[in-house]
């Protein structure tokens, strides 16, 4: 006995088969390649030159090697006090200037050529001594004193070795200076004629 299928039965395969794909969630290909990239950037320039610094060490330099002299006071032949109205005029002076307890002072005595190298250093020691006692007693700050004798003389002209009998009053504030538009100088201990500023 033969049996055959009924005609109706490839339709419903075919349906099904429809119904199958149709339920079947959608498949998305991902692809990785790779491509060029460009972009574009600006040109960096670098150039070098020379410039100026001061560091601490040589700022120390600085303060060690120049002077500003704030005042000086002048003595007579072989005297170690000046007139009482030459220091109030000093210490009127150092006010003037702004001179405070915060700017340590440096005093330094000289002499003329008269007499022995000894007796000067010793005559010029005394008046940086009195100078700075004075000083101390108005108020201000004195780092230190020295006696320099007739090694450094503002004048070489005989006819006005008064201008050597002094004390000189000398800060190393550059700030001061500045202030005051005050010129500094070399060190006067190393050997720099006092004239060129006179």
Not at 109 to 123: E, F, P, V, W
Not at 127 to 138: C, D, G, M, Q
Request: glycine share 4%; proline share 6%; net charge negative.
């Amino acid at each position: 006995m033969i049996t055959t299928m009924p005609v109706y039965f490839p339709k419903i395969l075919l349906i099904l088969l429809i119904v199958m794909i149709s339920a079947t969630p959608p498949i998305y290909a991902t692809e990785i390649r790779q491509r060029p990239y460009r972009w574009t950037c600006g040109t960096t320039l670098t150039m070098e030159d020379e410039t100026f610094v001061i560091d601490e060490e040589k700022e120390e330099f600085l303060q060690q090697n120049l002077n500003c002299i704030l005042a000086i006071v002048y003595f007579e032949f072989g005297k170690d006090i000046p007139s009482e109205k030459q220091m109030e005029s000093v210490v009127a002076q150092l006010f003037r200037y702004q001179i405070s307890s915060y700017h340590p002072l440096h005093i330094v005595g000289h002499s003329c050529s008269i007499g022995s190298d000894q007796a000067n250093r010793t005559l010029s020691r005394k008046r940086a001594e009195y100078v700075a006692t004075r000083l101390k007693e108005e108020g201000f700050s004195v780092k230190d004193i020295q006696g320099a004798g007739a090694a450094y003389p503002a004048t070489f002209d005989p006819q006005a070795l008064e201008k050597n009998r002094r004390v000189e009053i000398i800060t190393t504030d550059a700030r001061v200076a500045e202030h005051l538009t005050i010129p500094f100088i070399q060190n006067p201990t190393q050997g720099v004629p006092h004239e060129i500023r006179n």
